[in-house]
C-alpha cells in the first residue's frame, strides 16, 4: 500500500525558518517524481515545488522561489522542503504526493490530476 506522511509543520513567526518532511512507502521510490502542494482557507490547491525523477529538476512556485528548497534522501525514501524567511501568506495546509510518471511533462509539476497518492497534510501556519 503506497502511503506518504508529512511531518515537520507547526507555527513559527514571520523570517522563521521550518522543514517539511514527507516519508513514503509503498513503491519504488525512485521511480516517481514528489510534488509539495499548499491549500489555504478559501483558496485553491497549489503547486509549491517538485522534484522529478527523470532528471532531478527542482521547480518552484514563483512565491516561494528563493526561499524553498526541495531536496530528497533516497536512502530514506524521504523529500524534505525547506522553507526559509517565511510569510503570513504561507499558512496553509501543506501536502505532499506522488506524481504519476516519472518526470513533469514541459516541467508541470503543479497539476493535482497528475498525482495519484497525497499525504493527510500538514499544517503550517506563520504569524505576522
Known amino acids: 500500500e503506497v502511503q506518504l506522511v508529512e511531518s515537520g509543520g507547526g507555527l513559527v513567526q514571520a523570517g522563521e525558518s521550518l522543514r517539511l518532511s514527507c516519508v513514503a512507502s509503498g513503491y519504488t521510490f525512485d521511480d516517481y517524481p514528489i510534488g509539495w502542494f499548499r491549500q489555504a482557507p478559501g483558496k485553491e490547491r497549489e503547486g509549491v515545488s517538485g522534484?522529478?525523477?527523470?532528471?532531478?529538476?527542482?521547480l518552484y512556485a514563483e512565491s516561494v522561489k528563493g526561499r524553498f528548497t526541495i531536496s530528497s534522501d533516497n536512502a530514506k525514501n524521504t523529500v524534505y522542503l525547506q522553507m526559509d524567511s517565511l510569510k503570513p501568506e504561507d499558512t496553509a495546509i501543506y501536502y505532499c504526493a506522488r506524481h504519476i510518471e516519472p518526470c513533469f511533462y514541459r516541467g508541470r509539476y503543479d497539476l493535482p490530476n497528475k498525482y495519484d497518492y497525497w499525504g493527510q497534510g500538514i499544517q503550517v501556519t506563520v504569524s505576522s
Open positions: 522534484i522529478s525523477r527523470c532528471d532531478g529538476l527542482t
